[in-house]
């Protein structure tokens, strides 16, 4: 495998349900990043983590819970979600180092909330 | 205000066509500037990415930032069905780490 993966590509659930969003980086990045992208809306940034640890938290529900056990791996755990989160997550990666620095996409989690 | 301005389309043009996309900010603390395609069902991809003012070419495509405006611009020439795809702009500030922001995005669908 190679660059970013996400799993699983979509995601139905009920608002009670507990799911987890998995995201795993192969390019020996040290930042890993959760976006969400809805219809007609530019991609939201939800959270960052540098070096494992979280440095930006955007004003995200608590509903959404991230986790970072090591620099390639993120969760993005869910939990009593509403319609209104049915987007698509996407992880993102980066190598957090001088200035030319830019961010790798993952295809990204279909999620539908009913 | 919107930091950045991305014109949604959707655009429409025939196979062969040189296809404009643009995007205004209004901070001007922006200094890298980068044009991502994003295929339906796949995530963004990096396409273009440059530093401060200037022109950057990569085969069709070119990349231009116009900082005195606030406006980029990414031309793409003898546009084929295969650059049919959403195209969003992004752009962040000096230091690394800084938030990337990012434009709504322009579908773009060429005809053949």
């Known amino acids: 495998e190679t660059g970013v993966t996400q799993t699983p590509r979509h995601l139905v659930m009920g608002m009670t349900n507990k799911k987890s969003l998995k995201c795993e980086q192969h390019l020996g990045h040290n930042a890993m990043y959760w976006y969400k992208q809805s219809a007609k809306k530019p991609l939201e940034l939800m959270f960052v983590y540098s070096l494992e640890e979280r440095v930006e938290n955007n004003s995200v529900p608590s509903r959404f819970s991230p986790e970072c056990p090591n620099s390639s791996h993120l969760f993005l755990h869910l939990h009593t979600l509403q319609p209104e989160d049915s987007a698509l997550y996407l992880c993102?990666?980066?190598?957090?180092?001088?200035?030319?620095?830019?961010?790798?996409f993952g295809p990204g989690t279909r999620l539908l909330v009913l | 205000q919107k930091e950045v301005e991305q014109d949604p389309g959707p655009l429409s043009v025939p196979e062969g066509a040189i296809v404009s996309l643009n995007c205004t900010y209004s901070n001007s603390a922006f200094q890298y500037f980068m044009w991502y395609r994003q295929y339906s069902r796949k995530g963004p991809e990096l396409l273009m990415y440059?530093?401060?003012?200037g022109n950057k070419e990569d085969g069709r495509f070119t990349a231009q930032v116009d900082k005195s405006s606030k406006y980029i611009s990414l031309f793409i020439r003898d546009s084929q069905p295969s650059d049919s795809a959403t195209y969003l702009c992004a752009m962040r500030g000096e230091t690394s780490g800084s938030r990337l922001t990012f434009g709504e995005g322009t579908q773009l669908t060429v005809n053949p």
């Open positions: 993102a990666s980066s190598h957090q180092e001088g200035r030319e620095e830019t961010q790798y």
């Open positions: 440059t530093y401060s003012s």
